[in-house]
């Protein structure tokens, strides 16, 4: 699928890591980019355990403020003279907030780019929004390690493949940057018996029919922890991007990620463009 618009949410702290990694994204592609900056409302940080000072409110306020234009700021580093065509929206976020706009923008758009959390500069609910930009935009989303340096042109790709639908539509919705990479490994880890040689065969016809040449990286019988299998393999293909299927169960109106995306997500070490 041919990417048009890409969506990325701004952080707050840290070097914008998710923002450079969109613009590059958007350069690779020719799309047009959407900056969306948070603006943590004052009731998202007060307090309702004790009395507060008569100036704690509009202190709170200051800092909103200060916040916001340190993101929008932080944005326009990569994004001014990129030459990329875009804007930038600013969306209101309170405790316990469904992230309508940002869904909303998520799902007109073909990938959305977020930062994965830095327990050393904490983003408020940012597990929250990773978690509703994979399952509840329908569109890939691409989480960035809170420390990756590293330009984004990705030409060394995993593909974590279990014949599942959201491996399916990661596949799909990555068809683009898999055309256009130098090597595509095709990674299996069964915890069972191998799969079958028409399996393989048929996984190998239906990349070359889009034109995309894999590597097949099978292992099967594999005892222990799938994702560490996965983040093994990876780290050994010397990949530079992973995409996979976005796994979870619904927990009544929140998704939970399941443990092995869980895994993954905290101890990415490279850019992971996933779907559910």
């Not at 596949?171 to 079958?196: F, G, K, N, Y």
Request: hydrophobic share 40%.
């Amino acid at each position: 699928m041919s990417i048009k618009t890409v969506v990325t949410l701004t952080d707050t702290t840290g070097d914008q890591v998710a923002a450079r990694v969109a613009v590059d994204l958007s350069k690779l592609t020719d799309a047009y980019l959407i900056g969306v900056v948070p603006n943590y409302e004052t009731s998202y940080y007060l307090c309702t355990a004790g009395p507060m000072p008569p100036d704690y409110e509009q202190r709170l306020q200051e800092q909103s403020a200060e916040l916001l234009n340190k993101s929008l700021e932080g944005f326009a580093k990569h994004f001014d003279g990129s030459g990329v065509e875009g804007e930038t929206r600013t969306t209101n976020i309170t405790l316990g907030g469904t992230f309508d706009e940002l869904m909303h923008l998520g799902r007109l758009s073909d990938v959305t780019v977020i930062r994965q959390d830095d327990p050393a500069k904490p983003e408020p609910m940012r597990s929250a929004m990773i978690e509703a930009m994979v399952f509840d935009t329908g569109v890939a989303t691409l989480i960035v390690p809170h420390a990756y340096e590293k330009a984004f042109a990705p030409k060394n790709i995993a593909v974590a493949w279990d014949g599942s639908g959201p491996a399916s539509n990661a596949a799909h919705a990555s068809m683009s940057m898999l055309q256009a990479a130098d090597t595509v490994s095709v990674v299996m880890i069964t915890p069972h018996d191998e799969p079958r040689h028409s399996e393989l065969t048929d996984i190998r016809k239906y990349f070359e029919r889009h034109g995309v040449n894999i590597h097949l990286e099978v292992m099967s019988n594999v005892s222990g922890s799938v994702s560490e299998a996965l983040l093994s393999t990876v780290d050994r293909l010397n990949a530079d991007m992973l995409v996979m299927g976005g796994y979870g169960h619904s927990r009544l109106a929140q998704y939970l990620f399941g443990g092995a995306t869980r895994k993954v997500l905290h101890d990415m070490k490279i850019p992971v463009l996933m779907t559910h």
